[in-house]
T-cell receptor, first 113, second 111 residues
Framework: DTAVSQTPKYLVTQMGNDKSIKCEQN?????MYWYKQDSKKFLKIMFS???????INETVPNRFSPKSPDKAHLNLHINSLELGDSAVYFC????????????FGPGTRLTVL | AQSVTQLGSHVSVSEGALVLLRCNYS??????LFWYVQYPNQGLQLLLK??????LVKGINGFEAEFKKSETSFHLTKPSAHMSDAAEYFC?????????FGTGTRLKVLA
């Protein structure tokens, strides 16, 4: 059974389009995250959600809008895509406390043309 | 504020040689530290974690790391490198609903 899943795995689109990435975890975790990994492999947190509530928004442009319909899902919608949005986006989850490991999804490679 | 610094963005070792990947942290509170591995085109996978129970932490695939408070370090080691260890390695510190990752070290294993 996949613990953290993301769809799609690859996403190629034109500048200005709107796209969504879906994430689901079946681990029963309270907290979910979105990370962006750039071409140099630098991993930067974008959002943290706890029990469907936004906890952290790391100065992400408001073109990015996360939505958590329930504790097991955290989707990422991106409006008006720009070239600089090209990256790999990872979803992750963890139990609430900070000393627990995060479980990562396989990533979604977004390419904006 | 918490932070981690990984020294060396690329490390090459011969197969069978010692692997040493360096991580230094900064934290005003007792840190929770992690090492993750990322294989090509995959997500991150936990290698090991330090949560103050023991300073020498053993992880999967023969890796271990030692927490040294005096040096603010959490270096990752493996006695004998295998070709399958070639990957990107990330050190991270856990914060409140936020994990800070280092910039990563790419490990290359030479035959």
């Amino acid at each position: 059974d996949t613990a953290v899943s993301q769809t799609p795995k690859y996403l190629v689109t034109q500048m200005g389009n709107d796209k969504s990435i879906k994430c689901e975890q079946n681990l029963g975790h309270d907290t979910m995250y979105w990370y962006k990994q750039d071409s140099k492999k630098f991993l930067k947190i974008m959002f943290s959600y706890n029990n469907k509530e936004l906890i952290i928004n790391e100065t992400v442009p408001n073109r990015f809008s996360p939505k958590s319909p329930d504790k097991a899902h955290l989707n990422l919608h991106i409006n008006s895509l720009e070239l600089g949005d090209s990256a790999v986006y990872f979803c992750a989850s963890s139990p609430r406390t900070t000393h627990n490991e995060q479980f990562f999804g396989p990533g979604t490679r977004l390419t904006v043309l | 504020a918490q932070s981690v610094t990984q020294l060396g963005s690329h490390v090459s070792v011969s197969e069978g040689a010692l692997v040493l990947l360096r991580c230094n942290y900064s934290s005003s509170v007792p840190p929770y530290l992690f090492w993750y591995v990322q294989y090509p085109n995959q997500g991150l996978q936990l290698l090991l974690k330090y949560t103050s129970a023991a300073t020498l932490v053993k992880g999967i695939n023969g890796f271990e790391a030692e927490f040294k408070k005096s040096e603010t370090s959490f270096h990752l080691t493996k006695p004998s490198a295998h070709m399958s260890d070639a990957a990107e390695y990330f050190c991270a510190v856990g914060g409140t609903y936020k994990y800070i990752f280092g910039t990563g070290t790419r490990l290359k294993v030479l035959a």
